[in-house]
């Protein structure tokens, strides 16, 4: 019976090419760096990223530890530093074995069971339906059970819609999360139409009430023009301190002059030159005995017939 052959193995130059072409592969797919951190969404988010490289460039799974635990930065470089150390040597790692300590340090079980509640009582409420479905898809992976099926995931949906949404889209009875979100848009399309139509249409009067208020303000502001409490004089003459009252010039109060005319020795309400501009003021009076132009006309004209 001839021995089997032992299978060659790969000189050590040759080991160092391949795993060198490895990391340059890993390297050029841009991998995220992760430093310890408050989300936990962060951390597995980034667990799904690294694995996604390691599909493309069909990494061996004792190497998927070395490149992953390269991208670990600061808090996280010391915890996984730490937790390496205690492992005997000579005992490597699996990506199964990493992952279960990373997730377990950084994304525990009692967080993903909060999530899992906050996706059993998702309600699309005030949320825009594009809102509500972006965080439908983001809690869904905490309740895989949940939406396994597209029948199932379609249900969820359709339980958490807006009511008017939801009677909308409920009667078609669709089988899969896409047409149900398919409908739902086209009815969300269809209460904006309807909503802006009916501004439109009330466009027209809201515009006469502006044009109210507009004229309003206009008549105002001529009123204003015309001596109001903001025309020029009432702004360029504040009430005096002295006298509490608007004038020009000087305050003549209590020094003895006139109001009038600013000279001693007489009161305003005997001012000589204020009864001349009084007169001057006052419409032509007709003198007795001196007929009006009107009634010297007509004399004139009655004399004229009279010759």
């Known amino acids: 019976m001839t021995p089997l052959a032992t299978p060659p193995v790969a000189p050590p130059q040759e080991n160092l090419r391949n795993n060198a072409t490895l990391v340059e592969q890993f390297w050029k797919l841009q991998p995220p760096t992760f430093e310890s951190g408050l989300d936990p969404l962060v951390a597995e988010d980034w667990i799904a990223t690294i694995e996604r490289i390691f599909n493309l460039i069909d990494c061996p799974d004792p190497r998927k530890v070395t490149c992953a635990t ?70 869904s992976r905490f309740a895989p059970a949940l939406v396994d099926t597209e029948q199932k995931r ?20 669709l089988g899969t999360y896409h047409e149900v979100l398919a409908k739902a848009q086209l009815a969300n399309f269809r209460e904006s139409s309807n909503s802006n139509s ?17 004229k309003g303000k206009q008549d105002y502001s001529k009123k204003n023009k015309e001596g109001g409490p903001t025309s020029g004089y009432y702004q ?6 002295k006298c509490q009252k608007r004038h020009t010039g000087l305050c003549l109060m209590g020094t003895g002059a006139c109001y009038s005319c600013g000279e001693m020795g007489h009161f305003s309400k005997f ?9 001057q003021q006052q419409p032509y009076q007709q003198k007795p005995g001196n007929p009006s132009k009107g009634q010297a006309r007509v004399y004139a004209l009655t004399g004229q017939e009279e010759d």
């Not at 600061?74 to 005997?88: C, L, N, Q, V």
């Not at 360029?236 to 301190?241: D, E, M, R």
């Not at 001012?271 to 007169?279: M, R, S, T, W």
């Open 70 to 139: 390269y991208m670990l930065q600061h808090g996280a470089r010391h915890w996984w530093d730490s937790t390496a150390r205690s492992r005997p040597q000579g005992h490597g790692w699996t990506w199964d074995q990493f992952k279960e300590l990373f997730l377990k340090k950084y994304y525990p079980s009692n967080i993903r069971n909060q999530k899992e509640a906050e996706f059993l009582m998702l309600k699309q409420g005030s949320l825009t339906l594009i809102e509500y479905e972006r965080k439908f898809d983001e809690l």
């Open 154 to 173: 379609a249900r969820r949906f359709e339980q958490g819609l807006r009511d008017d949404l939801r009677q909308a889209v409920v009667t078609f009875e």
């Open 198 to 214: 009916k501004l439109s249409q009330s466009g027209p009067l809201e515009k006469r009430k502006w044009e109210d208020k507009g």
């Open 236 to 241: 360029l003459n504040p009430v005096c301190g």
């Open 271 to 279: 001012c000589p030159k204020g009864q001349v501009k009084k007169q």
